[in-house]
């Protein structure tokens, strides 16, 4: 299981502003351009927290008679899926210094139509991720910022499996 690509924590972002051919003069170059603005703390101590959680049982399906006449009698099976976590922030000391830290994670695990291991049962597969965010940002005059930032993320993707690949070579 590897994992790699762009992943973001979009609950972390107190601002987001993608541009795509038609750039303006701010940004002068051509392409995708993507700014990015993390939250920050303030002098009023803030925070949230999140939790989305659902499984295979709030599905329907669509296997009908003639999906099985075309061999397909196992339909996908979303076994578990969530997303949840949490942020705070604030001062550190009163109109100098302030912090945010989120943390957030997810899961999902599902059976891929037409897919099966070895032995006959559906394979699985899995996606984890875990992220941490944090700032730290003080204003030492009106001209002068310091800001440290940083954040940790750990993903766990299995590759796509398809019918014609085989849960072996995934």
């Known amino acids: 299981t590897g994992g790699g690509g762009s992943y973001f924590?979009?609950?972390?972002?107190?601002?987001?502003?993608?541009?795509?051919?038609?750039?303006?003069?701010e940004t002068p170059n051509r392409g995708i351009n993507l700014n990015l603005i993390v939250k920050s703390g303030g002098n009023e101590f803030h925070g949230d927290a999140s939790w989305e959680q659902t499984s295979g049982k709030l599905?329907?399906?669509?296997?009908?008679?003639?999906?099985?006449?075309?061999?397909?009698?196992?339909?996908?099976?979303?076994?578990?899926?969530?997303?949840?976590?949490?942020?705070?922030?604030?001062?550190?000391v009163r109109n100098k210094l302030w912090f945010y830290s989120g943390v957030r994670g997810r899961q999902n695990a599902e059976n891929p139509l037409g897919v099966f291991q070895a032995d006959g049962s559906p394979g699985i597969v899995e996606q984890s991720q875990f992220m941490v965010t944090n700032k730290v940002s003080s204003h030492k005059t009106r001209s002068q910022r310091l800001v440290f930032f940083d954040h940790y993320q750990r993903l766990i993707k299995d590759n796509p499996v398809t019918v014609s690949q085989g849960y072996e070579t995934k």
């Open 9 to 25: 924590d979009y609950a972390s972002f107190e601002e987001a502003r993608m541009q795509t051919i038609a750039n303006d003069v």
């Open 59 to 92: 599905a329907a399906s669509n296997l009908d008679a003639d999906l099985r006449s075309k061999g397909i009698n196992t339909p996908n099976y979303l076994r578990r899926r969530f997303y949840g976590g949490a942020d705070i922030g604030g001062r550190i």
